[in-house]
């Protein structure tokens, strides 16, 4: 009898193997292996907190390679379907900060983009539900004096406030895996109890 996958080390495997790769600068790649984690994660129907992961490894490596406008727009839309979902109801702490972590990107992406405007409105969004976001004060009180936010000091601040998700320090290449599916194959099904 073949042993049971585990199908979320399964998703979180392939993830791992696509932070590998953004450690690397390979973001290409990086994406694809975060899309097909996130199609295993749907799959599955995994815990909304892995996708979240997931698609903010896919706004770093767009984000790293340039593509802010994009990251920007996915970063907003997420945030936008965030509240929709919620509807009336009071959020959770972790939708919360899930919320403010998405309007923060999208600001810093704006901003990346030259959207100085647009920006310091996501950044204010964020803050307002989060005031723990030092990265976004930051940028709001540089750019409110009309300061710019050249690429090195832009660097250095995403590095102190600890804004990168995918560092060295936070990915475990023992865990990296690589799907045992083809990406438009979605076979994999929830192990079945009792």
């Known amino acids: 009898m073949t042993p049971a996958i585990d199908v979320h080390r399964l998703h979180a495997g392939v993830a791992e193997a696509g932070k590998l790769l953004a450690l690397k600068g390979r973001h290409d790649e990086a994406l694809a292996k975060y899309r097909e984690a996130l199609r295993l994660a749907h799959g599955v129907r995994a815990p909304q907190v892995f ?5 903010h490894c896919v706004l770093e490596s767009l984000e790293r390679t340039g593509a802010n406008e994009q990251a920007a727009m996915l970063a907003h839309e997420a945030a936008c379907s965030a509240a929709a979902e919620l ?7 972790f ?5 403010a972590c998405l309007l923060e990107r999208c600001g810093v992406n704006r901003l990346k983009a030259g959207d100085v405007t647009g920006a ?3 950044l204010a969004a964020a ?6 976001l030092p990265l976004s004060r930051d940028l709001l009180a540089w750019t409110a004096r009309g300061l710019g936010v050249p690429a090195v ?4 601040a995403q590095r102190a406030h600890g804004y990168w998700t995918v560092r060295a320090d936070t990915v475990d290449s023992a865990r990296a895996c690589e799907s045992p599916v083809g990406p438009k194959e979605p076979r994999i099904k929830e192990p079945m109890h009792g």
């Open 51 to 55: 996708a979240r992961h997931y698609l």
């Open 87 to 93: 509807g009336d109801g009071t959020p959770s702490d």
């Open 95 to 99: 939708q919360r900060r899930d919320r």
């Open 120 to 122: 310091r409105e996501s």
């Open 127 to 132: 803050i307002a539900l989060d005031g723990a």
């Open 153 to 156: 000091r832009m660097a250095e």
